[in-house]
């Protein structure tokens, strides 16, 4: 089992950013999803880096954060998908509770850094935005968004799936 580690706060607290020189050089803060960069923290312990994502680095501060973990999940955890307005794992259980808990450490963290866009990975119970599993475990995507994906629009941040990464590269230039 992998140690669970709240990136964002990690992050926060070591490299606090001058907002002034953020604006100065057209820079911004953006709410990754963790494993977008390499994190090992997919259920499944695996890594799945995306180059367009970390190629944004170029250009802004990325903070990762992952949900799953931050509500107290352990890495690897059993897969779980939305069914209605619940989250079951493949065995059943509900893990409601965690993924809501993740999600509210994310949208703390994003209003901490004062972060009004985020990057996520596609499809996940957590992290999906637009697209995600439909709970039957058959691998069958439904319109929908993940629990943190969908908090983070609730409250006012704009959401890109992995796919729409490139929209964000010059994003912030006058
Ligand atoms: S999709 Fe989201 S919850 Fe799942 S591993 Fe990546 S960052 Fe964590």
Redesign the pocket.
């Known amino acids: 089992m992998t140690e669970t580690v709240n990136y964002a706060y990690f992050i926060y607290k070591t490299c606090p950013v001058d907002y002034d020189v953020l604006e100065w050089r057209n820079q911004m803060k953006i709410l990754v999803?963790?494993?977008?960069l390499g994190f090992p923290?997919?259920?499944d312990g695996k890594r799945c880096p995306s180059e367009a994502v970390i190629r944004l680095a170029e250009q802004h501060i990325l903070i990762p954060?992952?949900?799953?973990?931050s509500g107290g999940l352990p890495t690897p955890r059993i897969p779980s998908e939305i069914r209605e307005d619940r989250v079951i794992n493949r065995e059943g259980k509900d893990v409601t509770g965690a993924f809501r808990t993740?999600a509210l450490i994310a949208l703390e963290t994003a209003k901490l850094n004062r972060i009004d866009t985020a990057v996520?990975?596609s499809k996940?119970p957590?992290?999906g935005c637009g697209m995600i599993y439909d709970g039957s475990f058959r691998g069958i995507l439904t319109e929908g968004d993940?629990v943190?994906a969908s908090l983070l629009k609730q409250n006012g941040i704009s959401v890109y799936d992995e796919s729409q990464t490139e929209r964000l590269y010059h994003a912030g230039e006058k």
Do not use: H, M, T
């Open positions: 999803s963790a494993c977008l923290c997919r259920y954060v992952c949900p799953e973990q993740g996520l990975k996940s957590s992290c993940g943190c």
